[in-house]
């Protein structure tokens, strides 16, 4: 069983920056965040495994950044120039384990105002 615990959101004004954290409670495969908008489903947002490398939904590079410090098993979002439709919950998730299973954060909010 892996435990993710995140931090970092809260309310913020268009055009400005969050980092997001999330602290796994063991070592991981990769590991990522999803979001979900108000009133809509939840969508797939970047993701980095344990040897790096990275990816992001194409709507959101350039603008956040994954990085994961695999010492403290903790992944960072860094969210620039954020806009009101960035505004939902953000979840965590990690691969881990031998089958490897999905795990999930409680989520943390994340409001972009105007």
């Known amino acids: 069983q892996v435990q993710l615990v995140e931090s970092g959101g809260g309310l913020v004004q268009a055009g400005g920056s969050l980092r997001l954290s999330c602290a796994a409670s063991?070592?991981?495969?990769?590991i990522g965040w999803y979001r979900q908008p108000p009133g809509n489903k939840r969508e797939w947002v970047a993701s980095?495994?344990?040897?790096?490398?990275?990816n992001y939904a194409n709507s959101l590079k350039g603008r956040f950044t994954i990085s994961l410090d695999n010492a403290k098993n903790t992944v960072y979002l860094q969210m620039n120039s954020l806009k009101r439709e960035d505004t939902g919950v953000y979840y965590c998730?990690?691969?881990?384990?031998?089958?490897?299973?999905?795990?999930w954060g409680q989520g943390t909010q994340v409001t972009v105002s105007s």
């Open positions: 998730y990690a691969i881990a384990g031998t089958p490897p299973q999905h795990y």
């Open positions: 063991t070592s991981i495969n990769a």
């Open positions: 980095i495994t344990s040897s790096g490398t990275t």
